[in-house]
């Protein structure tokens, strides 16, 4: 009795060392297919892998792999805007030569301001539209290609957290009126449809106010903004002649003789109105005068004389 009791307990010992072998065996079984999988496909050039802090996988990163840190530059929106003084001898020529050097990097003349009357004193401004990828290069052929470069101002404006935002606005804008007009569809007594219609009218001007100003900045964005200010170089001196012989004083003559006749023409444009004025006036007063000598000429000069027996009769007789 004793003897099978105790083969009894080695039985159940060994079976349930035999269990606790086999638990353990496929533990590490498990283990180490884990550790294989998420070691698999890592090769010797790529960076240390590991676990972070929460217990997630540090992805490897390869030598040749590009990493970007933020939004890319290249994603940026920017306003550009330049001033360019240039100082050229002809004016009147250079307007065109600026006009088609800005044709050649795709650019557009977009306002002008250019007075031309004096070429001793010409110059203005010229407002041109250029791809920004191509302003550079239109700046750089100014000079000296059309004269000499005084001046240059340049403004760069990134505009990308305005424009990111206009965009999620415009989004939300647009979903808000999505849903109005469902409640529209939706209504059901008068008193419905006029507050939502007063509710969709709003929301539609917002929408469109929010598109225009995105519109705006999207212009200013994919075209710099390039004024170019042109002058001339300086007053041209008047060429001289020592020329004194007859010929020369005939001109002189002339051109005094003409210079007569312009103060002459000048003088009677000015003085016109008032002659007529003065004409006017004349026809007015000359019947005025003639009637005025007549009845003068008709009134008695002297006093009527009195009779003979008034004047010897006494008084009181």
Request: with cysteine; aromatic share 4%; proline share 5%.
């Amino acid at each position: 009795m004793t003897r099978m009791r105790t083969a009894r307990r080695l039985g159940t010992v060994t079976f349930a060392g035999l269990m606790v072998l086999a638990t353990t065996a496929c533990s590490g079984d498990e283990d180490s297919a884990s550790s294989a999988t998420v070691l698999e496909g890592v090769t010797d050039g790529d960076a240390t892998v590991g676990e972070g802090l929460g217990g997630g996988t540090v992805p490897a990163v390869a030598p040749g792999d590009d990493v970007t840190v933020g939004p890319p530059i290249d994603d940026r929106k920017l306003v550009i805007t330049v001033t360019v003084g240039v100082e050229v001898d002809d004016v009147a020529a250079a307007v065109n030569r600026v006009i088609a050097l800005a044709r050649t990097h795709g650019g557009e003349l977009s306002a002008s301001s250019v007075d031309l009357s004096d070429p001793r004193f010409a110059g203005g401004d010229m407002v041109f539209r250029i791809p920004p990828d191509e302003t550079e290069a239109f700046i750089s052929g100014l000079d000296p290609g059309i004269g000499r470069r005084t001046t240059l101002q340049t403004d760069t404006k990134d505009v990308t957290l305005q424009i990111t935002d206009l965009d999620s606005r415009i989004e939300n804008a647009s979903a808000s009126l999505d849903r109005v007009r469902a409640l529209l569809a939706q209504a059901k007594n008068i008193g419905e449809v006029i507050s939502l219609e007063s509710e969709l009218t709003q929301r539609e001007n917002t929408l469109e106010e929010l598109i225009a100003q995105k519109t705006y900045l999207d212009q200013q964005v994919a075209m710099s903004t390039v004024t170019v200010r042109l002058s001339a170089t300086g007053d041209e001196p008047e060429p001289t002649t020592n020329d004194t012989g007859i010929g020369h004083a005939f001109r002189s003559g002339w051109n005094g003789f003409t210079g007569f006749l312009g103060g002459i023409a000048k003088l009677v444009g000015y003085t016109l109105p008032f002659l007529v004025l003065l004409v006017v006036a004349g026809l007015i007063a000359l019947p005025i005068s003639r009637r005025v000598r007549r009845n003068r000429s008709i009134a008695p000069l002297h006093p009527p004389v009195p009779a003979e027996d008034q004047r010897t009769s006494a008084p009181g007789s």
